[in-house]
């Protein structure tokens, strides 16, 4: 089956950690993204890669960074430096690399900070 | 600034009554306006893309219009299985690809 995966559904962190989210597509998307969602607030993205080994800042990077070495694979760690990192984490990717099209997501992971 | 406003923030309907939500946008150029369902706990679901004022799509009970500041999501005789939150969002021309999403109207249909 094609579609975005994402890894893992929850994750538990101690303050002071970094932890990594796994975003995986088989659709062989251009483009793919990394949103994050708090309650009674819209989606806000974070990083967004357009094509392999370049990505761009979106509009809450700081504390955040992510890699694109893979077409399929857009990895996001949440480090230390970001201060309130509890929220659920959302992963899209879109087939066009200047994203006239719709974007399709994961099914996301729950971050809590203990 | 480009800004996307969903009303209302939440509606009640009952079983086969229908209503609209909306979704007002103020952008320098619309390339896009997308549609999506999220329900809870899980990663918002397409439902419909629009590209220029007066074009119309349907899917099922669910009829999405775009004028050239607003779009409608008009449900028709819902069912409780629509119960949801409804996401817009707007891709405008100067933003290199990046949606600008709405807050949500979360739906909730009682039979």
């Known amino acids: 089956d094609g579609g975005i995966t994402q890894s893992p559904k929850y994750l538990f962190r101690k303050e002071g950690q970094n932890v990594t989210l796994s975003c995986e597509q088989n659709?062989?998307?251009?483009?793919m993204y990394w949103y994050r969602q708090d309650p009674g607030q819209g989606l806000r993205l974070i990083y967004y890669?357009?094509?392999?080994?370049?990505?761009q800042k979106g509009d809450i990077a700081e504390g955040y960074s992510v890699s694109r070495e893979k077409k399929e694979s857009f990895p996001l760690t949440v480090t230390s430096a970001q201060k309130n990192p509890t929220a659920f984490y959302l992963c899209?990717?879109?087939?066009?690399?200047?994203?006239?099209?719709?974007?399709?997501f994961g099914p996301g992971t729950r971050l809590t900070v203990l | 600034e480009d800004q996307v406003t969903q009303s209302p923030e939440a509606l009640r309907l009952q079983e086969g009554e229908s209503s609209s939500l909306n979704c007002s946008y103020t952008v320098s150029g619309l390339r896009g306006l997308f549609w999506y369902r999220q329900d809870p706990g899980k990663g918002p679901e397409f439902l419909f893309t629009l590209y220029s004022a007066g074009e119309e799509k349907e899917k099922e009970r669910l009829k999405a219009t775009l004028t050239k500041k607003e779009s409608f999501l008009h449900i028709t005789a819902p069912k409780p299985e629509d119960s949801a939150t409804y996401l817009c969002a707007v891709l405008p021309y100067n933003q290199g690809g990046k949606l600008i999403f709405g807050q949500g109207t979360e739906l909730s249909v009682k039979p």
């Open positions: 890669s357009q094509i392999v080994n370049d990505f």
């Open positions: 899209a990717s879109s087939p066009d690399r200047n994203s006239r099209n719709e974007q399709f």
């Open positions: 659709l062989n998307h251009d483009a």
